[in-house]
């Protein structure tokens, strides 16, 4: 009688060791927990296992939308000093049978953030072996930065047409202006020593009398 209870209380956890062992499902884990928090690095028990299996149930509770998972679901084996092991994760519903390993996966990384936070570790420090690194949500914009730097290159295109119209129209005025100096310059309207010549006389122009009475002279 003695034998068949300690059998019983045995053989589970037995068991449970040959399922993670031997098992192609499961996952390693390893933790970098000093080089993460130096000096202020905690020491790894029992205590901060029975977290680990916390987390994982409550990951797997999380994807599955089940309340069945607990920590007798996530098996732990191979530990090393270094803080690394393997871990399995079994059916609810019938211990001797493992949970694939594509939902795990899936459950871990929809709850990586929450079970780094849990240890105070990172994607770099808290590694999934065979699970990439979760990432970062992508930024959204209200206005696509594409549609803003089009509107800044139309606006510095529009911007350089209309000085180009600009210098065009002012240079067209400056020759203008130029021409009509010309033009008065040829119809005698241009001042000289303040006298208009214009005023000068008709188009016979001013009788001298200098150069009359030279020629009176010149008969004699």
């Keep these: 009688m003695l034998t068949a209870v300690l059998l019983l209380i045995l053989l589970p956890p037995m068991v449970a060791q040959d399922l993670c062992k031997d098992s192609t499902d499961g996952f390693k884990v390893r933790l970098s927990i000093k080089t993460a928090l130096g000096d202020n690095a905690?020491?790894?028990?029992?205590?901060?296992?029975?977290?680990?299996?916390?987390?994982?149930?409550?990951?797997?509770?999380?994807?599955?939308?089940?309340d069945t998972y607990n920590i007798a679901n996530i098996l732990v084996c191979n530990n090393t000093p270094r803080v690394s092991f393997v871990f399995v994760v079994t059916s609810p519903d019938d211990p001797t049978k493992l949970i694939p390993k594509e939902q795990v996966e899936e459950a871990v990384r929809k709850s990586k953030h929450r079970i780094n936070s849990a240890f105070l570790l990172s994607d770099m420090t808290l590694e999934f072996i065979g699970i990439p690194p979760t990432l970062a949500t992508p930024i959204t914009y209200d206005t696509p930065p594409w549609l803003i730097v089009f509107g800044v290159v139309i606006g510095a295109v529009a911007v350089g047409i209309l000085a180009l119209l600009m210098s065009t129209v002012s240079k067209r005025r400056r020759a203008k202006n130029k021409d009509a100096g010309f033009a008065e310059e040829d119809d005698g309207r241009v001042k000289e020593n303040g006298t208009a010549l214009s005023s000068l006389g008709g188009k016979d122009g001013v009788y001298n009398q200098a150069f009359s009475n030279d020629d009176r002279f010149t008969q004699l």
Excluded at 42 to 63: C, G, I, K, P, V
């Design 42 to 66: 905690y020491d790894w028990n029992e205590s901060e296992m029975f977290l680990f299996q916390s987390t994982l149930a409550f990951a797997m509770r999380r994807h599955t939308e089940q």
